[in-house]
């Protein structure tokens, strides 16, 4: 019998950050969170990546989102290079550290591609016309090379062994993508024996799972979702709607994200159901 084996290895996810968009600890608030000595309880904006060797045995990071604090996120986990960004939405919670990453490009003598829907690449267009248009430059600086790459939600592309499935997701009115992502064998069919963490689905600022998303995120081992705070908001999920949430996907692990300063990492996490967590900045998944 033949036996198809996953072509990447040594996969593992790492919480580069997990707080919601103002960080934690707030700009001026004295709150017992914002002054927490709790290194659980400091939040740099939400972002992750995913760390894996390929099938040539080169190592590959996969970024999901460019957070304001990617230069510090890349410090502290000495990040070396990047292969591609998926983006899930156009906030600049989750855009803004675009710049950040000419410094993988001249690391790495190379491009980076990056995917993303038809909305938010036109903001990172707009926002970043001095990358995308760069011959208007009046100087040829320094700024970061990059290949976009428009992405549907339920049309999956492979990356580096990996199949990555932008998912709908609704985050108040306005759509946004999560990722689905599951290991391909050599002959570039997703495996049946997926590697740990894998497969895993990042949902981050989600107020709402449309139905038709709800079967792509069937079968996972990890999910990570969206969790803001236990007061209502209009566009993200509540401490209760995000754990009834990971009830329903059932994934064997689920790591809340994008928190706010209402959440004490010690109060809540011995409170969570069995197999959730709170992530926290710095966490690995393997
Ligand atoms: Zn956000
Ligand atoms: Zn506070
Ligand atoms: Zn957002």
């Known amino acids: 019998m033949v036996t198809h084996r996953p072509s990447i290895s040594n996969a593992e996810l790492v919480i580069l950050g997990s ?42 990071v996969i970024l999901i989102d460019a957070s304001p604090d990617l230069r510090q996120q890349a410090l502290r986990e000495n990040l ?40 938010t690449m036109e903001h990172l267009h707009r926002v970043y016309k001095h990358i995308f248009d760069r011959d208007k430059n009046i100087n040829d600086s320094f700024v970061a090379t990059l290949i976009p790459h428009l992405l549907e939600p339920g049309k999956s592309v492979d990356v580096h062994g990996l199949r990555i499935l932008p998912i709908q997701l609704l985050h108040g009115k ?12 050599s002959r570039g069919h997703v495996v049946a024996d997926q590697p740990e963490p894998l497969p895993l689905a990042y949902c981050t600022d989600a107020s709402a ?18 969790m803001l705070r236990y007061r209502h908001h209009p566009t993200h999920m509540t401490v209760d709607q ?8 059932g994934a064997a692990r689920t790591l809340f994200i994008h928190m706010a300063h209402d959440i004490r990492h010690a109060d809540l996490e011995p ?12 966490l690995i998944i393997r």
């Open 19 to 60: 707080g919601t968009s103002s960080g934690v600890p707030v700009i001026g608030c004295d709150c017992e969170v914002c002054r927490s000595s709790d290194p659980r309880d400091n939040r740099t904006r939400c972002s992750a990546c995913l760390r894996f060797t390929d099938s040539a045995g080169q190592a590959r």
């Open 80 to 119: 070396r290079r990047c292969d591609g960004i998926l983006f899930t939405h156009n906030h600049v919670d989750h855009t803004f550290g675009l710049d950040e990453v000419r410094r993988f490009n001249a690391v790495m003598h190379a491009p980076i591609d990056v995917y993303a829907d038809a909305r």
């Open 174 to 185: 306005a759509p946004v993508l999560g990722f689905r992502i599951d290991a391909l064998d």
């Open 209 to 226: 799972i449309p139905p038709e998303t709800w079967p792509q995120l069937m079968g996972l081992r990890t999910v990570v979702l969206d």
């Open 242 to 249: 995000a754990i009834s949430a990971a009830e329903q996907i």
């Open 271 to 282: 409170k969570l159901p069995s197999g959730m967590h709170l992530a926290h900045d710095g």
